[in-house]
């Protein structure tokens, strides 16, 4: 759960922000967008596999 305290001198703007900073640090978009469709299971590993090829080619 996020949470974001109010600092002193703080405009609500400046707070939300944080907020959305720290949502997106967590990767709380990534997956709402994620569970917002239904992905078939086969989908669900292809797109694995490709990030996993993805990751192998940046090492090496």
Known sequence: ???VKVR???SVEQMV???KKLCEK???VRD???TSYYEKPSERRRRKVRKSMKR???EG
């Open 1 to 3: 759960m996020i949470r």
């Open 8 to 10: 002193s001198n703080e």
């Open 17 to 19: 922000r944080r907020f």
């Open 26 to 28: 967590e990767g709380l």
């Open 32 to 34: 709402i967008k994620r």
């Open 56 to 58: 192998i080619q940046k």
